[in-house]
């Protein structure tokens, strides 16, 4: 697979992407490294995992990560009950020995996501999502796993890959993750996508969406990121909602009223939404449609239409 | 390119990359290689894409290996054009080092400098210079008459004010500020903060102390049990598989938070430092409820824990309550706390002092601050002077000696002290 393929692959599954990002998929798919993808909530990291399962036609095995997870979780665990309900039924049946082999078969272990991806016979997508929620302990579990492809259960013993999954790791840098792990990774920092951008996934996620509204949102939204009012940057996805919930609501250009009825769907906290409000009536720098930009009091003419 | 012409090509890059700091490895090297060739990769943005997925692992080592790849990958044009630049400055600036030595001259015999001083008159801006041509010019009657004494007088100011445009040209060079603004205001002096860094800055001391939160919470939890068994929960536990006690649980440590007392100069320049180191120390979840926080200017003041929910109530509070605008005086501050009753400090505190020691009457505040670490478990004192300025101010060279003190300039040194202080 070259670049361009990959570029397509994705165009397809509507992910608008740019030559970087592109170019480091491409990077760790072929040198078969685990990628770490950083970025702030929302940028959407874990749609690169998504869009590249779609695109390479695999499964998508994810982990989703937290305070406590622990391998019992994430790789196996045997199913005990089971494994009980064995001893008793079979305990006068069989010889002790063999039934305390048997107990430590395939028939009893439960897959958790990790020991899933690389027993699977056809190559799968892994996400491990959020690994900066996860406690360092299992950070050095990883290590193994992501370096050599194999993973030890003491009752088997060491079980490699049967197939190499493509591994994509996201972190929101909560807590800066450890050098060892980040060694082993392909890396990728993802930022907000620029207006042109912006404007080209609201096409690409919201089919036939007016080309005017698409243009007013992106402009409101990053005038939205740029403030430093507003604590929680809206993110991509909350974009897409806002789009969809204007459309739904047959809204074709984005007035300071219709912001205002619809803010609910980017803004989360009452705080961002107090400090939003001066960009919506036009106060301060803002020319009143949302944009927040500052138009030296001669509006912004090419794309709005105040008082229509 | 022939392969080894690559296979040096990279090698020579990854050194320059190690150089800077980043931990390339041969693994690293040889994987770039082999993907070079195989992806035949030759346009320069795909190239660069590639090298920096593999050789830079976060956002602040992508900044370095940005600027390393500019500098090494130029095209023959480019590196001629930059030869010539970098031949023509190299001239300018040997040019204006002679003409700064006939200058820096106080009756005929040159002033002593260290060399970086003298590197910093000359880039000075020329109505910098000129002030200290005047100085020279206003003080020729009198040096006539004692040399000796004006000599030294000239050197001292010369030297302090070189110093001061130092650290103006270290704060414009943070170089970070257009690839991330968060980063560089994580390594921009406290005191430079403009009135719109404000809100910017107050959002990053809330991440980063969730972030420190989170580590300590971790680290906590990895410090394992008591050693004793808590047998109600291990029997509870093994009723869930069958009576068996298949895990056992243990007691866990019990945590005590840090009681902290914070001692906060408030006055003039110091105002915006104690300001963040507060709203710092406070926003983490660590710092007990127990702990107070005391400012000072003349006289000390217990603060008010409202007047440290938000920056502006923290302004309000220090205006209203008149210690705002007026000088230091630390002794008197440190004998107050000593005598507060109920007694602030005891042997389970550590006391925190936020200042950049400039203080009236230093030795009447160093014996009190030899009374206030008796009186205390621990002093630290967090000085927002950048380390390398120490040597120069009086008062840090006796202060320091009496205690502890950690260099806290910027948000990245105060996060790094905290993290410190409350994780032993």
Redesign the interface.
């Known amino acids: 697979m070259?670049?361009e393929t990959l570029k397509a692959k994705l165009e397809e599954e509507k992910y608008v992407c740019d030559?970087?990002l592109v170019?480091?998929l491409?990077?760790?798919l072929?040198?078969g490294?685990p990628?770490?993808i950083?970025g702030a909530a929302g940028v959407g990291k874990t749609e690169v995992a998504k869009v590249m399962a779609a695109a390479l036609d695999r499964d998508l095995v994810r982990l989703q990560c937290y305070?406590g997870l622990d391998e019992s979780k994430a790789l196996y665990e045997w199913n005990?009950q089971k494994q009980?309900l064995s001893i008793q039924v079979q305990m006068n049946r069989r010889d002790p020995d063999e039934l305390t082999k048997s107990l430590f078969s395939d028939e009893y272990l439960l897959e958790r996501p990790l020991l899933q991806s690389i027993r699977s016979e056809k190559p799968v997508v892994l996400l491990i999502d959020e690994i900066d929620k996860a406690?360092?302990?299992f950070e050095a579990f990883l290590l193994e796993l992501l370096s050599e492809m194999q993973v030890t259960i003491p009752e088997v013993g060491v079980v490699k890959a049967a197939s190499i999954p493509f591994v994509v790791l996201t972190s929101n840098?909560?807590?800066?993750l450890s050098?060892a792990l980040?060694?082993r990774?392909?890396?990728?920092?993802i930022q907000y996508p620029d207006l042109n951008k912006e404007v080209a996934i609201i096409r690409a996620k919201v089919p036939n969406v007016n080309e005017h509204l698409a243009v007013q949102v992106a402009q409101a939204i990053h005038a939205l990121r740029d403030s430093?009012?507003i604590?929680k940057k809206p993110s991509i996805a909350e974009t897409l909602d806002w789009v969809a919930a204007l459309e739904a609501l047959g809204v074709s250009d984005l007035t300071p009223e219709a912001a205002r009825q619809t803010m609910g769907f980017v803004l989360k906290s009452s705080d961002d939404l107090d400090a939003a409000a001066p960009l919506l009536t036009g106060q301060g720098n803002g020319c009143g449609c949302g944009c927040g930009h500052d138009h030296g009091g001669e509006g912004c003419g090419h794309h709005h239409h105040h008082g229509q | 390119m022939s392969e080894t012409v690559y296979i040096e090509k990279m090698a020579e890059f990854s050194q320059r990359l190690r150089q800077e700091g980043l931990a390339v490895g041969l693994q690293e090297t040889a994987d770039v290689c082999r993907l070079l060739s195989d992806l035949e990769l030759t346009d320069r943005v795909y190239v660069r894409a590639a090298l920096s997925a593999l050789f830079a692992k976060s956002r602040e080592e992508q900044a370095v290996f940005d600027r390393v790849f500019e500098g090494f990958f130029v095209s023959r044009e480019r590196r001629e054009a930059l030869r010539r630049q970098q031949e023509a400055e190299a001239q300018e600036i040997a040019r204006k080092r002679a003409e700064a030595e006939r200058e820096l001259q106080f009756e005929g015999q040159p002033i002593e400098l260290r060399e970086d001083l003298k590197d910093v008159y000359v880039t000075m801006e020329d109505d910098k210079k000129e002030y200290l041509r005047q100085l020279l010019e206003k003080t020729k009657v009198n040096a006539q008459r004692s040399p000796k004494l004006y000599g030294s007088f000239i050197k001292s100011v010369f030297m302090r004010f070189l110093l001061e445009q130092q650290m103006v040209m270290e704060d414009a060079a943070v170089g970070a500020e257009e690839a991330d603004p968060d980063l560089a205001l994580l390594y921009r002096d406290i005191s430079r903060f403009r009135d719109a860094d404000i809100p910017r800055a107050a959002a990053l001391i809330s991440a980063i102390a969730r972030q420190l939160d989170a580590e300590l919470s971790r680290q906590r939890q990895g410090r394992g049990h008591s050693g004793q068994l808590d047998f109600r929960r291990t029997i509870r536990k093994g009723l869930e598989t069958g009576g068996s006690f298949y895990r056992l649980a243990y007691r866990r440590k019990r945590r005590r938070r840090k009681k902290l007392v914070l001692l906060c100069d408030v006055s003039g320049s110091m105002l915006q430092f104690s300001e963040f180191a507060l709203r710092f120390i406070k926003s983490m979840s660590e710092v007990s409820e127990s702990s107070a926080a005391f400012l000072f200017s003349e006289e000390l003041r217990r603060v008010d824990p409202f007047a440290l929910q938000n920056m502006d109530a923290f302004r309000d509070y220090v205006r209203s309550s008149g210690l705002y605008g007026r000088g230091t005086d630390l002794g008197t501050a440190l004998e107050a706390l000593c005598a507060w009753k109920p007694a602030a400090l005891g042997p389970g505190t550590t006391l925190l002092i936020l200042s950049d020691t400039k203080t009236v009457d230093l030795p009447r505040a160093a014996r009190q601050l030899l009374e206030a670490k008796r009186q205390a478990g621990k002093v630290l004192w967090l000085n927002p002077i950048p380390a390398g300025k120490w040597p120069y101010v009086r008062s840090i060279q006796t202060m320091s000696m009496l205690c502890q003190m950690v260099p806290c300039s910027t948000l990245d040194e105060l996060a790094r002290t905290c993290r410190k202080l409350l994780s032993n």
């Open positions: 070259d670049i030559d970087q170019t480091t491409l990077v760790a072929k040198l490294r990628l770490l950083e305070e005990y009980l406690d360092e302990e840098r909560t807590r800066p050098e980040r060694r990774c392909a890396y990728l920092y430093e009012a604590l």
